[in-house]
RNA sequence: UGCCCGAUGGUGUAACGGUAGCACAGCAGACUCUGAAUCUGUUUGUCUAGGUUCAAAUCCUAGUCGGGCAACCA
């Protein structure tokens, strides 16, 4: 199965409590086509949390006939870099492709909201591209929306809501407005003119004022009992570089400003996002109402952010994980990022799963990574080759197989896909078998290589071990065993029945690889619960280790996801070069075997 | 403290006044040239107390517990 393709298998369409409103929206015809967006801050890298939240959002746009804008919320320029902005198209693009590029909205390169008019209304906006429209307007570049993009705009609104005596300029400081909006007192400049508004305003833009001299204020309620109706800021002085924008600007829209009306200028139908913002929504719906604007607007929704065990999700702490070399960087394997969950081997497809399968409520709950680390098995299981590689070798001699005599064995590269077919496998008579395939004093059950017990050795023979080697100090050195040269596929006593069946690598064909065995970051469920989640680092979250492979392995590539038999799912890394290989191990095979001996 | 939100097995979710179901995890078994996969079976649940109703996980009230917000962050 190509990995490109989209699995038939996948669950069918979740339900919800968004997408039971957007269902009934979408009975009432309430709005012409539903239109989502994933509105990230590039300020980091996307995480699963950040993966959940686009499988809602074009999710909902793919099972509604809608469309899904890609946003970047880029209103605080000194948080937010270019190099987001890049790693969140690579991420966004990886986790939909072959599922919802079609309902990917983009904006032509470059271009700024369009200045309607509209039952006499001036009105704003910027309709998105969609992969059809992209695909007719060839040689046209096309971008992600960027709430920058929409500067021009939202002054225009904010000197509206001034006209409108609305909004306010105010010149408390930092401080002083902070005490006021606790004790919900107005502000002494709260009831300035808007003449006089409006000139300071202009004269903020202008740059007249320093950062934090002057902020600009809606005018609603001191004493709201919800904070964010305290006469909100609506604009404040940085005179920062936007990564967009250059030097054009040194007032900012804050976020609540700025989102509604984003989503206002794009045609938003349905504004989902996480429930900290559930207090900002009849802010949100206050800026929308107290504009006059002719088109529909947005509504917001909220649904409870993902919690997942043994990791953290939090854009602060993953970055002091890179900061502090904790990790090798935010493509680690072992980061929640969408990057490091790609580099060690995951496919979008797994990811994608994962989030439905995990469900939509407001309820704040932790997801046990078991849910994860079954939506990944259940996808590499389908999809991934066969291949024989041994991770901690002994070497055995097959005392009875002529030396120099080379066989070549069929093996099955993928037993749930007849289509993937068979390769050659060279077999000889010395091999390498998995130390832990050999106990020399079994404990019960052992069902593997014991003195003078008989193991099947997959695609191959029956063998016996008839003697141990051991150097003067004791060392294990090598096994010799004998093989029933009668008993590989199709042979006289091929179908004779042995309990174990175990891996094997022929010594002089095998093929080196570096191996990265990575295990959870964190030793706890919650790492961050006693507020020091460092301390809780699993020191033993990576083992490096050279392992002998069959031979056809030298051949691996980064698109194909391979099972090492009996041991895990493993992925080419991209520090793999012509003549090294690196395998990451993206998730073990269930282990019922490491179960039942810790069981003693 | 104020305001807002939530609560269904171990975990995550469904049931929209009428049989508490699904997935993961667990356990037991079957099968197996992967101790995987697959298949079968199975343990475990409506926060508490009142009320409405023929009937409540669902509606109402109070409480308990948990979460969020109270940045010139998003």
Redesign the pocket.
Same mark, same amino acid.
């Given at each position: 199965m190509s990995l490109e393709n989209e699995d038939s298998t996948a669950p069918a369409a979740p %339900?919800? +409590?968004i997408r039971?409103i957007v269902a009934a929206h979408v009975a009432k015809q309430k709005y012409p086509r539903i239109h989502t967006r994933f509105p990230p801050?590039p300020n980091g890298y996307l995480h699963i949390g950040h993966a959940k939240s686009i499988c809602l959002n074009f999710g909902i746009a793919r099972e509604f006939g809608g469309i899904c804008n890609l946003r970047m919320?880029d209103?605080?320029p000194a948080?937010e870099d270019i190099e987001y902005v890049e790693s969140i198209q690579a991420d966004v693009n990886w986790l939909i492709s072959a599922w919802a590029d079609d309902q990917l909205g983009l904006k032509a390169k470059g271009m700024s909201p369009e200045t309607l008019a509209e039952d006499g209304k001036r009105d704003f906006y910027l309709p998105a591209a969609t992969q059809a429209d992209r695909e007719q307007r060839q040689g046209e570049n096309f971008e992600p929306f960027y709430a920058s993009d929409y500067f021009d705009q939202i002054y225009d609104y904010a000197e509206e809501l001034i006209e409108k005596g609305k909004a306010f300029v105010c010149d408390?400081? &930092?401080d002083q407005?902070?005490e006021y909006? !606790?004790n919900g007192l107005e502000s002494p400049f709260r009831n300035r003119t808007a003449e006089e508004n409006l000139d300071l305003f202009q004269r903020m833009k202008a740059g007249e004022f320093a950062?934090?001299i002057r902020?600009l204020r809606a005018k609603i309620d001191a004493s709201a &009992?919800?904070?964010?109706l305290r006469d909100p *800021?609506l604009y !404040?002085?940085?005179h920062v570089e936007h990564h967009q924008t250059g030097k054009k600007w040194c007032i900012?829209p804050?976020?609540d400003f700025a989102?509604c009306l984003s989503d206002y200028i794009e045609g938003i139908t349905h504004s989902i996002c996480t *429930?900290? +913002?559930?207090?900002?929504r009849p802010l949100y719906d206050w800026i929308l109402e107290s504009l006059a604007l002719p088109r529909p607007l947005p509504h917001q929704y909220e649904f409870?952010r993902l919690a997942l065990g043994y990791t953290v999700l939090s854009k602060r702490k993953l970055m002091q994980l890179v900061d502090e070399h904790l990790v090798t960087g935010w493509d680690d394997p072992r980061m929640p990022t969408i990057c490091g969950i790609r580099r060690r081997g995951v496919t979008a497809q797994a990811l994608r799963n994962f989030a439905y399968?995990?469900?939509?409520?407001?309820?704040?709950?932790?997801?046990?990574v %078991?849910?994860l680390e079954?939506a990944i098995?259940?996808d590499l299981?389908k999809r991934s080759q066969?291949r024989l590689a041994v991770l901690r070798p002994i070497k055995i001699v097959i005392t009875n197989f002529p030396e120099g005599k080379v066989e070549e064995l069929d093996a099955t590269n993928n &037993?749930?896909d007849e289509t993937a077919g068979k390769r050659k496998v060279p077999f000889s008579r010395e091999l390498y078998i998995e130390r832990d395939d050999f106990a020399e004093v079994p404990p019960p059950?052992?069902?593997?290589l014991k003195p003078g017990g008989e193991v !099947?050795l997959?695609?191959?023979y029956i063998i016996k071990c008839e003697e141990v080697v051991k150097d003067a100090s004791g060392n294990l050195m090598e096994l010799r065993c004998t093989a029933d040269l009668d008993s590989?596929?199709g042979g006289a006593t091929?179908a004779r029945?042995v309990k174990?069946?175990?891996h094997w690598v022929s010594a002089a064909h095998a093929v080196d690889a570096e191996v990265r065995l990575y295990d959870r970051l964190f030793t706890v469920a919650e790492p961050d619960a006693d507020g020091d989640f460092k301390k809780h680092l699993n020191p033993h979250s990576l083992e490096v280790i050279t392992a002998k492979c069959e031979p056809c392995l030298k051949g691996a590539t980064v698109a194909e996801r391979y099972?090492f038999?009996?041991l895990a799912y493993f992925a080419l890394d991209l520090d793999a070069q012509p003549g090294k290989l690196v395998f990451n191990r993206t998730i073990t *095979?269930?282990?019922?075997?490491a179960?039942?001996a810790q069981k003693k």
């Open positions: %339900s919800d +409590f039971d801050e919320d209103t605080n948080k408390l400081t &930092p407005t902070d909006r !606790r950062d934090g902020t &009992p919800n904070i964010w *800021l !404040r002085i940085k900012y804050m976020y989102h *429930l900290e +913002f559930e207090v900002h409870a399968n995990i469900g939509i409520t407001k309820y704040n709950g932790i997801t046990d %078991s849910v079954f098995r259940e299981n066969r &037993p749930e059950k052992f069902f593997r !099947r997959k695609y191959a590989k596929m091929s029945k174990g069946t175990i099972q038999e009996r *095979l269930k282990d019922a075997w179960k039942e």
